[in-house]
Nanobody, 123 residues
Framework: QVQLVESGGGVVQAGGSLRLSCAAS????????MGWFRQAPGKAREFLAG????????YYVDSVKGRFTISKDNAKNTVYLQMNSLKPEDTAVYYC????????????????WGQGTQVTVSS
């Protein structure tokens, strides 16, 4: 398994930006992809973006395309989520995830999770 630690959450006004970081340790050599999810109170955990570890292919859910950018630094074993033009509806706990086989819409299939970081967007 991979251990994940997120950072970078906080409070920002609508229209502002934040960058989340996720530092990975452990069995990173076997990672297929990493991704970002979020979970708002009373809602299911939602997939946002993924990036393959070796090739760097990225993919996004439609609701964040053009506003959020996922990237990685293999040397630092770190994945980032740059979030621009934030909206109050982006308020949630944001989670980093990693898996050896899958990254996408089904969080139950994913092996490794960070502890989450709170993002609050005020109007």
């Amino acid at each position: 398994q991979v251990q994940l630690v997120e950072s970078g959450g906080g409070v920002v006004q609508a229209g502002g930006s934040l960058r989340l970081s996720c530092a990975a340790s452990g069995r990173t050599f076997s990672t297929y992809a990493m991704g970002w999810f979020r979970q708002a109170p009373g809602k299911a955990r939602e997939f946002l973006a993924g990036i393959t570890w070796s090739g760097g292919r990225t993919y996004y859910v439609d609701s964040v395309k053009g506003r959020f950018t996922i990237s990685k630094d293999n040397a630092k074993n770190t994945v980032y989520l740059q979030m621009n033009s934030l909206k109050p509806e982006d308020t949630a706990v944001y989670y980093c995830a990693a898996d050896e086989r899958y990254m996408g819409d089904y969080p139950a299939l994913i092996d490794s999770w960070g502890q989450g970081t709170q993002v609050t967007v005020s109007s």
